[in-house]
């Protein structure tokens, strides 16, 4: 379908050989332009070659047509260039379907009617339809929907559709059998497939001799088998009652129907038992199957949603990038990868699992949480119900993923009781660490526990640990921790009475107990407007923290924040309102830099869609700087703010973006994009509305940003994020990384360059330092490659400027990870997203 009218869709093709010639490359053959919407296609070969199509046309204003037309090869038109009218009437004509038959004559089946509706057919060839009046599939008179079409290899045509004569709201499968000359082969009311009632989705396919093979799914979600039956060729049932080919545990879907080109069928089919989509496979024939019980597994885990990432920079002169995630391809997993200046570890390609155990999440209450200690080991934090309770499961990697405690990892408590919301907090002066938790241990509400951890996994505070908050009848949830200072710990939770919670804090040891600063209770930081969602930064090696929350006041959140010293005072005696401008600002990202800390969240105050702003709060003298920065207030949905600190005072802000519906490109547009933009208390210094970093089909989301390399103070980030590129049918979340430097661009003489353009590589050859000038006329990732003469990439970077103009690449012959490369020609290329410019110059050491 095509929109270039700029009004209703038209139908444009194409034809593509053996030998790739392709008819009207980038433009295609307008098959139908005509007023209304031509649409809901079928398109099928039909003979020497030929294709028919059919499609559903509104050009009359009055409703829905079905009309057709026979291509050639090279795209000419056999009926005249507005279609053939295949069923024009004053009924509601749908769902039209076309299959080859023989010879010169192609079938074609359609919906006719609303409430009430029918299943007509009609033969055509080049000469137009074959029947002056269309026939039924059935002459029962029944409610018909959503007709299916298959042939044979000898022209006989197999129609399925939904009838509704026996089940009036869900309707049962039906079939009949199309033989030349129009007869109807099976009993002239149809074969029903079965008298269930909770059928979907028939696919089906015919045999050699006549009969047709059935697979369809039975259940309702998320309890769903695959079924099978097989019609003989004289239209009786080969089973009484239909046979399972998958009743596993879950979610079977989407059969697929091949003929073995004799007696029987192979299904493919999605198997979701394990919480991914496997491929499985059976052969079925008569009443058998002839692979293993449930399918034989095809292909494994093709979903692998990617959910709760996480990212950690090792540091050293060969910093990588360590990333967790659960994983959906067999179950819920602990998965983990690497990358660094060259891209993704290929030893870690796609992930490794790190623990064969299942993990149990629920959003806010059990999600998992890692943290990266001393620059050398994984900490992780799981759930899982093994026992019956969900409890905590700890474990510790290297930075190879080899874990110190084993696959299974330990139990935080091996409790009877249900736990919640944990945080791990790394102690000061070594290897141990604290864990905290909610627990419902006595029965009646959650209380808050800790544990000290040491690197052997040993604990320290006693079986169970230490009750650190004891509740009365109200549920108690950590929101933060950190080390104070003073080698004390700050910890905030909330009181979560319904509509009326409580955040407290309060400053304990590492045995649990209270600090000199510490009070029996806890200290109130804020009881109005049931806050939650706090988010913290430490200041001055933790002298103190500032804290950044929700509240609830006139039906709206608004964004407060505070400072809270390590000697359990507060900077306000009433917590100061980021915002509190009209509907929800939610979802706070707080990030701290040397003088100043940069709060973001998402903003509805329009109240048509989510924008991004942020405050900067200045550390010195803990006042607001300026106004509120409407850092992105375009048009549509941005959010899922993320932020990294670069230095300078400038912070660089990342998030999600549905600005992608315009893009120009019918591929790319609709969905998600990421967009970055850089803050500081100068202002925006990118774009007004941020620049795109990642722009593909479907969905980017959930962006974050990690160190990926320091080098004379200059950062380089590895941005990251969950991309739905690879969905289809089913939506797929996979797991994709860009690194990012951002460069200064001049402008000379005011005058912003029109066009991409970059300069010759200079000096060439060069001895030390090779340059290229590049300059862009509007704001865009550049990737500039180095490869060898053996097409090995042996260097990439990806700048970003901050404006339109002009700025120099440099490269000092060293590979990605600033090793000495030997004399040779390299090729370089420069890629911007419509440019590339390549290159080659020598290097003479």
């Not at 050009?59 to 026979?70: E, F, L, P, V």
């Not at 499968?173 to 028939?202: C, M, P």
């Not at 690449?809 to 410019?837: A, C, F, T």
Request: charged share 20%; aromatic share 12%; with cysteine.
């Amino acid at each position: 379908q095509d929109k270039r009218n700029l009004l209703d869709d038209d139908i444009y093709g194409t034809h593509v050989s053996a030998d790739h010639d392709i008819v009207s490359p980038g433009t295609g053959v307008a098959i139908i332009e005509m007023n209304g919407a031509q649409g809901a296609k079928s398109l099928e070969y039909t003979g020497s070659g030929q294709a028919t199509l059919l499609w559903s046309d509104t050009r009359s204003g009055a409703g829905n047509d079905i009309y057709g037309q026979k291509i050639n090869m090279d795209m000419t038109k056999v009926f005249d260039d507005e279609g053939l009218p295949i069923a024009v009437t004053d009924e509601l004509e749908t769902k039209p379907r076309t299959t080859y038959m023989s010879n010169d004559t192609s079938f074609v089946v359609w919906q006719s009617g609303t409430e009430s509706s029918d299943i007509y057919f009609n033969f055509l060839t080049s000469d137009g339809l074959v029947f002056s009046d269309p026939q039924v599939v059935s002459t029962f008179s029944s409610n018909k929907k959503g007709p299916r079409v298959k042939r044979n290899g000898v022209g006989d045509v197999f129609v399925q559709w939904t009838d509704y004569r026996a089940n009036a709201t869900d309707g049962n499968h039906y079939f009949q059998k199309i033989i030349g000359g129009g007869t109807r082969a099976w009993d002239e009311s149809g074969v029903q497939l079965d008298s269930y009632g909770d059928d979907h989705h028939a696919r089906f396919v015919g045999d050699a001799y006549g009969g047709s093979h059935i697979f369809w799914e039975r259940g309702t979600y998320p309890d769903v088998d695959i079924m099978y039956q097989q019609i003989q060729s004289d239209g009786n049932l080969v089973m009484t009652d239909a046979m399972v080919i998958s009743d596993a545990d879950g979610y079977q879907s989407m059969p697929i129907a091949v003929s073995d080109g004799a007696y029987g069928a192979y299904v493919i089919f999605a198997d979701q038992e394990n919480g991914s989509i496997d491929l499985r496979t059976q052969l079925a024939g008569g009443s058998s199957v002839s692979f293993e019980e449930n399918g034989m597994l095809a292909l494994q885990g093709l979903d692998g949603d990617v959910n709760y990432v996480s990212s950690f920079y090792t540091g050293g002169t060969d910093g990588e990038v360590l990333l967790n995630w659960i994983d959906n391809r067999n179950k819920k997993k602990l998965f983990a990868g690497k990358a660094d200046a060259n891209g993704a570890n290929e030893s870690f390609q796609n992930g490794s699992q790190l623990a064969g155990y299942e993990i149990l999440i629920e959003e806010l209450e059990n999600e998992p949480v890692s943290y990266f200690q001393n620059g050398t080991h994984l900490i992780t934090s799981n759930f899982d119900g093994f026992t019956g309770s969900k409890l905590i499961r700890l474990n510790r990697y290297d930075t190879d993923f080899n874990s110190t405690w084993g696959d299974s990892g330990i139990y935080v408590y091996e409790s009877t009781a249900e736990q919640r919301r944990v945080h791990i907090l790394p102690l000061p002066n070594g290897n141990n660490f604290c864990v905290f938790w909610s627990e419902i241990r006595d029965q009646f509400e959650y209380d808050i526990f800790m544990q000290v951890f040491s690197q052997d996994g040993n604990s320290y505070l006693g079986d169970g640990g230490v009750r650190v908050v004891d509740g009365s009848w109200v549920d108690n949830y950590v929101e933060a921790v950190m080390v104070t200072e003073d080698g004390n710990i700050m910890i905030f939770w909330v009181e979560d009475v319904w509509g009326s919670g409580t955040i407290r804090y309060n400053l304990i040891t590492d045995s649990g107990s209270l600090a000199p600063n510490g009070i029996e209770g806890g200290y109130v930081l804020d009881n109005t407007g049931d806050p939650e969602y706090l988010k913290l930064t430490s200041v001055s090696f933790g002298e103190s923290a500032i804290v950044a929350w929700e509240e609830l006041h006139n039906f709206s959140k608004d964004i407060y924040f505070n400072k809270v010293n390590q000697d359990g005072t507060l900077e306000y005696s009433s917590s100061v309102a980021l915002t509190s401008v009209d509907n929800d600002q939610s979802n706070i990202y707080i990030v701290k830099g040397d003088n100043s800390t940069l709060v973001v969240w998402e903003d509805f105050e329009n109240g048509v869609d989510f924008n991004i702003t942020g405050q900067l709060i200045d550390l010195t003298n803990m006042e607001l700087i300026g106004e509120n920065i409407a850092i992105c207030h375009e048009d549509l949905y941005q959010g899922s703010p993320t932020i990294a600190y670069s230095g300078n005072e400038q912070f660089i802000v990342a998030w999600e973006d549905e600005r992608g519906v315009d893009n120009g490109d019918p591929v790319l547009s609709g969905g998600l994009d990421i967009y970055v933009q850089i803050v500081s208390e100068e202002g925006l210094h990118l774009q007004e509305g941020g620049v795109a970093v990642a722009s593909e089909y479907h969905n980017q989301s959930s962006p974050q940003l990690t160190i990926l390399d320091i080098e004379d103070g200059s950062y380089t980030w590895l941005l990251h994020w969950v991309d739905m590129r690879s969905s289809g049918k089913a939506d797929l979340k996979n797991l994709y990384a860009q690194g990012l430097e951002f460069v200064e661009s001049s402008i000379e003489d005011g005058i912003i360059p029109e066009e991409f353009t970059v300069s010759k590589a200079y000096p060439n050859p060069f001895n030390g330092n090779v340059a290229i000038d590049v300059t862009i006329a509007e704001v865009e990732p550049v990737t500039f490659t180095i490869t060898n003469v053996l097409g090995q990439k042996v260097y990439q970077q990806t700048l970003l400027p901050n404006r339109a103009g002009s700025f120099q690449i440099n490269w000092n012959g060293k590979d990605i990870k600033q090793r000495e490369l030997p004399s040779s020609i390299y090729l370089y290329s420069v890629k911007s997203n419509d440019n590339i410019v390549n290159g080659k110059f020598s290097y003479i050491k």
